[in-house]
């Protein structure tokens, strides 16, 4: 009985040894992890990638959240890292440490969405100095009501959901409503998993949450948005249209790929990032994101080619930043 050839092992022909194509495929590998807010549009355009490659190239998507995913990056596990906030102060450090460098491109915008229970008959609007009257540290263990955040609310318990500290969505929701990044009460079910929060919000009528806008369209059945109020005293409901015309605020964020400058040297992470760049618009969009301008896009493209290396933001996290400014600034590393 004859056995058939393992592809992965080297065939040798007129004494040349020559890689088999499933070995090949296997060397051509792209290593993403992070955020789960960015996770939708990665995967989106990692699927059309490998259909356009005809799977020549294996692109690999983790969720580790955007701190989980920056320290498996700064140890250099991973080509390209997802965050839904700019590289913090620390990361940046052990980036360094590590002999990283990293070009940091904007891809598209995200609304960061208030969620209830669709059985909630009250809430009809919440404003930022609710937001940080139910989250910030000093409401730990002591407001557990709605009516405590506002007496017009009932008597009634308050169940908190929302992501985990590795999170850059908590660490931009903290920033803008609470006023310092990572300032949160820690009493609420916390997750890295945005399903989870799905379900703790649809199970429990008294829930509110928080995270990507994505995943609430993906669950309309089970959840309702909070409108929230803006600057300028209108409940804003999150949209793409709102995020475009600046009035979902302070909520509206940019978020981000960071990728290794020695990754780039490789052939398909080079090509994966222009290929994302080019098409992570029209794909953002289908998966319910907002896109960047085509101009701002172009300039990405062209900070990629020229590798400029460091973040535009020096370690700070910033709250309403206009990405064709942001892609101005010389980078710091």
Not at 28 to 53: C, H, N, R, W, Y
Not at 191 to 203: F, I, K, P, T, Y
Not at 228 to 252: F, H, Q
């Amino acid at each position: 009985m004859s056995k058939k050839p393992n592809p992965l092992l080297p065939v040798f022909i007129g004494g040349a040894c020559l890689l088999a194509a499933a070995s090949v495929r296997a060397d051509a590998l792209v290593k993403i992890d992070g955020s789960s807010t960015v996770f939708p549009i990665t995967e989106a355009v990692a699927e059309e990638f490998q259909k356009a490659k005809k799977n020549a190239v294996k692109v690999t998507v983790g969720i580790s959240g955007t701190g989980g995913g920056f320290k498996k990056f700064c140890r250099g596990e991973t080509d390209i890292s997802g965050a839904s906030r700019p590289i913090l102060k620390k990361e940046m450090d052990a980036c360094r440490e590590a002999g990283i460098k990293y070009i940091e491109l904007p891809i598209a915008f995200d609304a960061l969405t208030v969620v209830m229970n669709p059985k909630n008959a009250f809430l009809k609007e919440i404003t930022v100095a609710e937001l940080k009257k139910i989250w910030e540290p000093a409401a730990q263990g002591k407001l557990v009501k709605w009516n405590q955040a506002n007496p017009a609310w009932p008597d009634q318990n308050l169940k908190l959901f929302g992501p985990g500290a590795d999170s850059g969505t908590f660490d931009y929701f903290t920033e803008a409503t609470v006023g310092k990044a990572k300032s949160s009460r820690g009493d609420y079910t916390a997750s890295e998993d945005d399903n989870v929060l799905v379900q703790g919000v649809a199970r429990d009528v008294g829930a509110l949450g928080y995270f990507g806008f994505a995943y609430y369209v993906e669950n309309k059945d089970k959840l309702k948005a909070v409108p929230v109020v803006n600057s300028k005293g209108k409940a804003t409901l999150p949209s793409i249209e709102a995020v475009i015309d600046g009035s979902y605020e302070p909520l509206s964020r940019p978020i981000f790929i960071y990728i290794s400058a020695k990754a780039v040297d490789r052939p398909e992470v080079k090509e994966f990032v222009e290929y994302y760049l080019k098409h992570g618009g029209a794909l953002a969009k289908e998966v319910k994101y907002v896109p960047l301008a085509d101009s701002d896009y172009k300039h990405a493209l062209d900070n990629f080619a020229k590798k400029k290396t460091g973040t535009a933001f020096g370690g700070e996290a910033e709250i309403g930043v206009k990405i064709a400014d942001l892609l101005k600034r010389n980078p710091k590393e």
